[in-house]
């Protein structure tokens, strides 16, 4: 560890891997003490709401983004470096490389610490005053107690997601280099296989933030301006933590494919213009054209189809919670 690094363990803890439910009562304490920030400072009382177009719902929404984020964050820590782990034998490069890798998973410079704290504040700030814009009935000179709460919940919002997305990308980042010195196991790619997991949970925590979005409806109809941002600056990482880890597996794969199809294909072509039906030919061209064929079979990425289909599963759930939130929105207009 060198001095300016920064272990953000610290920040985002991991849990203790002998007590499973110590992230999830990370999430309980983290959930409760900023639901009782908001309640304090009357954010949930209806005679206090600062507008109709800023009900409590964004006060929900920053409690539960948050209380999800950081436990989650701290566990994709800990299966990145156990996937590292697991790769250790897979990649042509030393121990010492592989231990640097490791430990970049959880301290980071304090350089980057700094350049992110800076863009996640920039964010936040933006943000606010996007939504100061778009309240035409705020008057900035008498802000009270839940105004200044919310504008709070939005700027912590930005700072720790803004934490977690970076971080989690540079965590891609370091998986893609690692990627890069994998050796390929031609017949057994599954070995590989923890390229694609770290990919994917990555990819599903950031589906979970986003999921939690219609929350922000609770109370009333939030503008689009509240969460089009937060969609955006989600929705383009979640494309390269997808990408970054397994795009140089694949391309290995590929690679290694092409180089053996081509060695058979010239032992193929190498045997002698014999008639097929004598045994010696037959016994030398069966076990060329079964290694080819098992060969050609092998998918050039490192993840089965159940864990395709998975993905593509989890990627419909933000949808729907919007869906869902809007039909549950009209059933409450119809009966109240």
Request: with cysteine.
């Amino acid at each position: 560890m060198r001095v300016h690094d920064v272990d953000l363990r610290l920040v985002f803890p991991i849990g203790s891997p002998n007590r499973p439910g110590s992230r999830w009562l990370l999430g309980a304490v983290i959930l409760a003490a900023l639901l009782g920030f908001f309640w304090v400072c009357e954010v949930f009382a209806p005679e206090t709401a600062p507008t109709q177009e800023r009900p409590f719902g964004p006060a929900l929404f920053f409690s539960v983004i948050i209380a999800y984020i950081v436990p989650i964050f701290g566990y994709i820590g800990e299966r990145t470096e156990g996937a590292l782990e697991a790769l250790r034998g897979e990649l042509d490069a030393d121990d010492a490389q592989v231990n640097a890798w490791r430990d970049r998973i959880h301290l980071k410079p304090m350089r980057w610490l700094v350049i992110v704290l800076l863009i996640g504040i920039g964010l936040g700030i933006a943000h606010n005053a996007l939504l100061f814009v778009t309240l035409d009935d705020l008057d900035l000179g008498r802000l009270g107690s839940p105004e200044i709460a919310l504008i709070f919940g939005t700027e912590l919002t930005w700072v720790v997601v803004t934490i977690v997305v970076a971080g989690l990308l540079d965590n891609a980042k370091v998986l893609h280099r690692a990627a890069r010195h994998c050796v390929v196991p031609l017949l057994d790619t599954r070995r590989l296989r923890p390229f694609a997991t770290v990919a994917v949970i990555s990819t599903l925590a950031v589906i979970g933030a986003q999921a939690a979005f219609p929350i922000m409806n609770v109370g009333g109809s939030s503008d689009a301006v509240a969460f089009i941002p937060g969609l955006i600056a989600t929705g383009v990482p979640m494309i390269l933590l997808a990408a970054m880890p397994i795009w140089p597996v694949r391309q290995r794969i590929s690679a290694a494919k092409a180089r053996a199809l081509e060695a058979v294909n010239r032992q193929l072509m190498a045997l002698p213009a014999a008639d097929p039906a004598r045994p010696e030919t037959l016994a030398a061209l069966a076990p060329l054209l079964a290694y080819r064929r098992e060969v050609q079979q092998i998918s050039d990425w490192p993840f089965d189809l159940g864990v395709v289909a998975r993905l593509c599963l989890y990627l419909i759930i933000p949808p729907l919670t919007w869906v869902g939130a809007a039909l549950i929105e009209n059933l409450v207009d119809t009966f109240l």
